[in-house]
């Protein structure tokens, strides 16, 4: 019934959709300054994968939501999602030029109104969340700031860039064998905000707790797949494909998978996290098009490594 | 009854149990990297005259507020501020080195870090205020995060930079006065977060429409007083009672207050601010030593200015 043409037809469409939302966005603030709200849309609107909020989507859905009010909490995380981009690449960061081949904000603009286009990105996306009703938007503010706070997205990011700038001194400082502080700077720097997603749109759809631990262990397996992958494309991809400059990661003295395990290695790890991600989805019903959606993209993930 | 001492006393009773809070709110995020904690306590806890906060907690007990509720929103809108003041001192911003007597946060620590501390706190703000019961919670995150975002406290620090590096064109191209475009600024820039404090005060507490009304009107003319009082301190301050570099504004080639309208007339229109704010709490009720603290608090802005 559902043919994998089906989904990828239905993902583009939410996609699609998602795009248009995205798109009226800047109507929520009329007294905004031009400039910021044109940086905003830089980058809101620069493309991407949109893989978070159809984390939200689907996961609303397979939770039993067939009234689209999961769409605030996936607008919300791709507001989140941009805002960390924008400041990751900010010169006192990752010091990044491009960006899905095109300037980075601060490039096209300036630093100044890049820190506050992110600024305003973090504080809409909470904005955005109170459109939902006020128990459900009260437990996902608590679930995207805790993910995305000191203690889980921004905690990763300190760790990388300080591991960035000292090396093996931070390593040795924080008590730490180089696989597991990777291991938990990315649960912390992306798999934080990926698990949120997958709880958000649980939450609004009303999952039962044994849904959503499914939807965690395959959110934990899905963010190493996803960060693995990238890893092993910072190597091996082409700088046109990925639309940023290449071995930039190993280039800036970082941790990545790669360094740490070897090609072969990854390549081997990230298989088997896709494996643990379609296992988690197990009890889940596999008729339910987001279940086969869900399947779908983590599988993709490591295939252009190949 | 309620002396003027026995209102200062009261007041700093508040600010000593904030402290106290403030001090623990890092207990939140026990995985957080030390480094980011310590640098988000740095300037959490560097001092300040904690307007905002009191605004709230006496805005929540004129309100009717007794049971101390209001301390979630009082912390909250701290963190806010504080997020602001560390991203505002960036070097891509005012680029400033001492605030409060102290290094400020990216000069103590570095500029990644202070970027990641700023967006950790704006982050844990909103996670604070799910602490409140749900629909007060949503309630209150609506108005700071339109308060704080492009519409707001973002959109006017936005203006404030551009104007410093344009000048006279980002006037022309804005199409407005000097004097209309400063009091636009500062009305977002200043004003929404000091709005912002007492309308969460009130919400918390119950307040009636036409005490909201009334609280915003000394809320804009506080937020007036305020930044006259500091652009005139900017000129007239030293070094060691600012804290920071004074006339620095001025000499950045910043619009404020007194290159507009000189001293004198800065001197006139804060005073009369005061005025407009104390008429505006006419019609609270006296007795009530909240309404005498807000009175003693507006009063004392400009007290420094002579």
Known sequence: MHTHEA???????LRASLQTRLNCLDALWPDGPQRLLSAMNYSLLGGG???????????????????????????AIEMVHT????????????????????????????????????????????????QLPSP??????????????????????EDDVRYAACGQQYLTDS?????????RMHHRKTGA????????????????????ESLICY???????????????????????????????AGAGKLTFVTCWGLEESRRRAKLEVEHALAALAHCDQKNPAC????????ELPERTH
């Open 175 to 183: 008590g730490r064998e180089p696989s597991d502080f990777l291991n």
């Open 7 to 13: 989904i990828s037809a239905w993902l583009a469409e």
């Open 292 to 299: 086969l959606a869900l399947q779908s993209l983590v599988s």
């Open 49 to 75: 994968k949109r893989l978070r909020p159809l984390l939200v989507l689907l996961a609303a859905r397979l939770s039993g939501d067939n009234d689209a009010d999961a769409w605030p909490a996936a607008l």
């Open 219 to 249: 959110g934990n397996s899905f963010g190493l797949a996803f960060q693995i992958t990238d890893d092993i494309l910072d190597v091996l991809g082409t700088e046109q494909a990925m639309g940023k400059r290449v071995a930039k990661d």
């Open 193 to 212: 905000l990926i698990r949120a997603a997958l709880l958000m749109g649980a939450t609004v759809g009303g999952a039962s707790d044994s849904l959503k």
């Open 83 to 130: 805002y960390s981009l924008i400041h990751d690449d900010l010169p006192a960061m990752d010091n990044d030029d491009f960006r899905r081949g095109r300037a980075t904000c601060h490039k096209q603009y300036d630093e100044a109104t890049a820190v506050l286009a992110g600024d305003a990105l973090l504080t809409g996306a909470f904005e955005v969340l109170t």
């Open 136 to 157: 459900v938007a009260c437990e996902c503010i608590r679930i995207l700031s805790r993910s995305a706070g000191a203690d889980g997205m921004v905690g990763g990011q």
